[in-house]
């Protein structure tokens, strides 16, 4: 059964850095586009970045551009999300998509 576990989340003042990690079991997805998605209190879930099967071609949201950087390591079936700048209006609950498959999701939470 396919599983998409994150982690990292957590409580960061304003300015300061997270890395998320989502480790993916059950299937290889090498193959495939990983991406992150973000949902923020009382918003809808918003694409955040994603990154292309080889890790060549990567893209983010206008709101994360310059501050956010998307990898993968296809060896360990893993995407990370390596997010600095943080501000308030990051605060959600970040989840992990590959194709259909969705992640439970991990707090980010970041204090003025």
């Known amino acids: 059964q396919e599983q998409l576990v994150e982690s990292g989340g957590g409580l960061v003042q304003a300015g300061g850095s997270l890395r998320l990690s989502c480790t993916a079991s059950?299937?290889?997805?090498?193959?495939?586009?990983m991406a992150w998605f973000r949902q923020g209190p009382g918003k809808e879930r918003a694409f955040v970045a994603a990154?292309?099967?080889?890790?060549?071609?990567?893209n983010y949201a206008d709101s994360v551009k310059g501050r956010f950087t998307i990898s993968r390591d296809n060896a360990k079936n893993a995407v990370y999300l390596q997010m600095n700048s943080l501000k308030p209006e990051d605060t959600a609950v970040y989840y992990c998509?590959?194709?259909?498959?969705w992640g439970q999701g991990t707090q980010v939470t970041v204090s003025s």
């Open positions: 998509n590959v194709y259909t498959y």
């Open positions: 990154i292309s099967w080889s890790g060549s071609n990567a």
């Open positions: 059950g299937s290889t997805f090498s193959t495939y586009t």
